[in-house]
C-alpha cells in the first residue's frame, strides 16, 4: 500500500510507542470516521468508537484489527479510508458532510431574510468567546479524562448580510487545526469590521471610563478586513 502517504498512514505507521493518540492520531481520525465511529453511540455504525484509544486500537465486530500501528498495511480503518468501493469506503459518500441541526438553523434564517429582502441591511454573526483545542485534553490533577482545552488563536466565526461579501472563506490554520498559517484575523480587527458594517468609525468611537476615553477595538493598531467586504 505504498500510495498511500496521507498524515493518518504517516502517524498510525509508527510503533505504537510512539504515537501520542490524542495529539496525532485523533485529530485526523475525526476527519475521516467520527460522524459514524465517535461519541455519539445514535449515530455510531458497527458498535465502533474510534475516538478512543483503545477502542480505536482493537478490533471491529468482523474481528478485524481497526488500527495497528506500524502496519497501516494491516489496519482495516485505513484500507476503507482508502478504498474505490462506494460501499465499503469511510466515510460514505453520503456522510462527508452532515448538516448538522445548527446548520438548517443558520441557513433559515439568512433565506428568510433574504426572502423579506432584509439581508442586505442586517448583519448576522455566528461566533463564541474562543475555539477549542483538536485533541483531547486530560488532566489527573482535574479529574478530567476526556474533553477539549480552550484555544483562543485559532478559531471560526460566520458573517453574513449587510456589508459582507459572501462565497469566501478567510484565513486557515495548519492541518491540526492548531496554529493559524494564512490571512491571521486578530479580534480586534473583527470588530473593526463589524463596527464598518454598522456605517461605526472604530477610530472615533470611545467610551468614557475612570476618566478615560478607551475604544472598543483597543489601543493598538487594527482595521476592518478589507477582503470580507462587499
Do not use: Y
Amino acid at each position: 500500500m505504498s500510495r498511500l502517504c496521507s498524515p493518518l498512514v504517516l502517524v498510525l505507521a509508527a510503533a505504537a510507542s510512539a504515537v501520542d493518540f490524542n495529539r496525532e492520531a485523533r485529530p485526523i481520525l475525526a476527519q475521516h470516521c467520527f460522524a459514524c465511529h465517535g461519541m455519539n453511540e445514535h449515530a455510531r455504525k458497527g458498535k465502533l468508537r474510534l475516538d478512543l484509544a483503545d477502542t480505536a486500537h482493537g478490533k471491529g465486530v468482523s474481528g478485524e484489527l481497526t488500527i495497528v500501528p506500524g502496519q497501516p498495511d494491516k489496519s482495516k480503518v485505513i484500507q476503507r479510508i482508502f478504498s474505490e468501493d462506494p460501499d465499503d469506503i469511510m466515510p460514505p459518500p453520503e456522510a462527508k458532510k452532515p448538516m448538522s441541526a445548527k446548520d438548517k438553523a443558520s441557513a433559515a434564517l439568512v433565506k428568510d431574510l433574504k426572502r423579506r429582502d432584509l439581508l442586505d441591511g442586517t448583519l448576522v454573526v455566528w461566533g463564541g468567546e474562543s475555539g477549542r483545542t483538536p485533541m483531547v485534553e486530560s488532566s489527573v490533577s482535574l479529574g478530567r479524562s476526556q474533553g477539549r482545552d480552550h484555544r483562543p488563536q485559532a478559531f471560526s466565526m460566520r458573517m453574513a448580510g449587510g456589508g459582507i461579501k459572501g462565497g469566501q472563506t478567510i484565513g486557515a490554520t495548519d492541518e491540526m487545526g492548531f496554529n493559524i498559517v494564512q490571512d491571521e484575523v486578530r479580534v480586534p480587527d473583527l470588530q473593526a469590521t463589524i463596527l464598518h458594517c454598522l456605517g461605526i468609525d472604530h477610530e472615533r468611537l470611545t467610551f468614557r471610563n475612570a476618566g478615560v476615553d478607551f475604544r472598543l477595538t483597543g489601543v493598538e493598531p487594527c482595521h476592518a478586513v478589507k477582503k470580507s467586504l462587499a
